[in-house]
């Protein structure tokens, strides 16, 4: 016994923290299984939560009247008011919308797009006429711990996500509870059951076979209970409505290295998949700072992880991985993850083996796309990314990036619009190099000042100029000695961050191969800005948000 206990501390002692022993090979080794491919599901025209899918791919395969030849023919067809409550120390008024189709309601057979507001507002709205067909009202009794900052506004921001089979949407409020409604009226659908910390600073849900994730980040909630949040990824089990069941895995402890990024969980072969903020970076001891991570199913411990090599440089200049988010994707043989970060290196990654024996290798890691400051803020890549396939099959990824592209980075982009000073869509082709993908620069597009997260349907790429102020802590507060001058108040800042627009806010249409602008919005929404959105094509039309609380729809002539 002896014996076997000095060799089971030698091995731990000479691996990373989370190395597992494992059993001697047998004598005649099976063959490996074969590897299951990623199933993204059938295409439908739907928009059933962020960014489409579950495996967050930004694409919707299912839809078909907005096309390269149709796009350009799009017209604003009305605009709705969801709620008044915006105010400054709110970043996002509204979560972005989701979308079901032809959902049959006491009023007939309609496509119906939905919102929570910072009121704890629930919205069903019908995409046809913008008219509201139910709403309904969560108000918090609680009180929050901490006062409204612009970090942490004590409101609601993560992004429903719909079971169409159920008929059910799934939100949660700023209590902190997981709530369902029946997609026709709106009733109660699922006992409401705690989920997050109250005043959580959550992100977008996600349903995979009948457990609804979320996720949790920077500390944001607390109770009197639990007055410090940690990192957390969140699983309820909705099998039965009227006793949802919860598991928890957290990332860190306190603040530092939780999950963040509006993707909020990505679905794929080794579980639910996160990126995770800047913190210590020490799995044996549970935190988990700058990494990629696989979690289990119902969020039952940590399958895999990924952290890069230089990790400790991204987490001193705050460039972590939060900001972009993974999606995943098939290609070839492989199942592929995607992210990229603040630092706006895109990172391609074995979905099924995350970051190889030693945890740090990545099947291809780019050079630096933009942020040649390597700034916290106001550059690189502030969004999710989006993916898909073009009528020969090649898969195509696409980049939102905040600021100039990098003068140190690929080639120049075959095709490009006019110079990037504020931001643009990137987007490559992957490619096969020696049975590993790597990317190809295509295009970059026009000026975008800033650009939203794009999403791909019909051939076209869409994405928003925000109009947003990007600038989190203005560079004239700092004396030559880098130390902040005393009086500045962040939160003071912020009614020019984010209510006064730096642009016209405008939706774009542009060519997936080409990226040559195929149609715009114009001045419909000129004097609005919005932050952490995407716009949603489904059912034939285009929706998006603002942060004056407004819906907005653009399709075809009816």
Avoid at 9 to 37: D, N, R, V, Y
Avoid at 427 to 436: I, L, P, S, W, Y
Wanted: aromatic content about 8%.
């Amino acid at each position: 016994m002896k014996r076997i206990s000095l060799v089971v501390l030698a091995a731990l002692a000479a691996g990373p923290a989370w190395a597992q022993l494992a059993p001697p090979p047998p004598t005649h080794p099976e063959p490996p299984p074969a590897l299951k491919l990623i199933d993204p599901g059938p295409a439908v025209p739907d928009w059933l939560s962020y960014n489409y899918d579950r495996e967050r791919t930004g694409w919707n395969r299912g839809e078909t009247a907005l096309t390269a030849k149709t796009v350009g023919k799009m017209k604003l067809l009305w605009s709705t008011q969801l709620t008044t409550a915006s105010r400054a120390l709110v970043l996002s008024t509204l979560t972005a919308p989701v979308v079901a189709a032809g959902v049959s309601t006491p009023d007939g057979t309609k496509d119906l797009v939905f919102s929570v507001g910072i009121d704890d507002m629930l919205s069903a709205v019908d995409g046809a006429s913008g008219k509201i067909v139910w709403q309904k009202s969560f108000p918090n009794p609680l009180k929050a711990l901490r006062p409204p900052s612009i970090s942490c506004s004590n409101t609601e921001q993560a992004t429903p996500a719909i079971d169409k089979a159920r008929g059910v949407i799934y939100f949660t409020t700023s209590d902190g509870k997981l709530r369902g409604a029946h997609l026709a009226d709106g009733s109660e659908a699922l006992t409401p059951t705690d989920m997050v910390q109250p005043f959580s600073r959550n992100w977008s849900l996600n349903v995979v076979d009948n457990v609804v994730y979320t996720t949790a980040a920077r500390g944001c909630g607390g109770s009197a209970a639990q007055p410090v949040e940690y990192g957390t990824v969140a699983a309820m089990d909705v099998s039965d409505p009227a006793r949802p069941s919860l598991s928890r895995f957290y990332t860190g402890k306190g603040r530092p290295a939780g999950p963040w990024g509006a993707t909020g969980v990505a679905w794929g072969p080794q579980g639910a998949y996160v990126t995770t903020a800047d913190g210590p970076n020490n799995p044996g001891s549970g935190i988990y700072g700058d990494m990629v991570l696989a979690v289990r199913p119902h969020a039952w411990g940590l399958n895999d992880s990924f952290t890069p090599t230089h990790w400790r440089y991204v987490n001193a200049r705050d460039l972590d991985f939060g900001s972009g988010g993974p999606l995943l994707f098939s290609f070839g043989k492989r199942n592929i993850v995607a992210t990229a970060s603040k630092e706006s290196v895109i990172y391609l990654l074995d979905a099924d083996n995350l970051g190889g024996v030693d945890h740090m290798t990545a099947l291809y890691q780019s050079p630096r796309m933009g942020n040649d400051i390597q700034d916290f803020q106001a550059e690189g890549v502030w969004g999710s990314l989006a993916t898909s396939l073009d009528d020969k099959g090649q898969r195509w990824l696409y980049l939102p990036m905040w600021g100039a592209p990098a003068k140190t980075g690929p080639a120049k982009f075959p095709l490009s619009y006019g110079d990037v000073t504020n931001g643009s869509i990137m987007a490559f082709t992957v490619v096969d190099n020696n049975g590993k993908p790597t990317l190809q620069p295509q295009w970059v597009s026009r000026d975008l000042n800033m650009a939203s997260p794009p999403v791909v349907a019909g051939g076209v790429v869409y994405a928003l100029q925000t109009a947003e102020s990007t600038v989190q802590v203005p560079k004239n507060i700092f004396n030559a000695d880098g130390s902040r001058k005393p009086g500045f108040d962040p939160d003071q800042n912020a009614s020019n961050r984010i209510m006064v627009p730096h642009a016209a806010m405008t939706l774009f249409a542009f060519d997936a191969t080409t990226g040559k602008e195929l149609w715009s919005s114009k001045k419909a929404m000129d004097t609005n800005t919005v932050h952490f959105t995407q716009p949603v094509v489904a059912a034939g039309k285009l929706f998006v948000v603002d942060h004056a609380g407004h819906l907005w729809a653009f399709g075809l002539n009816r």
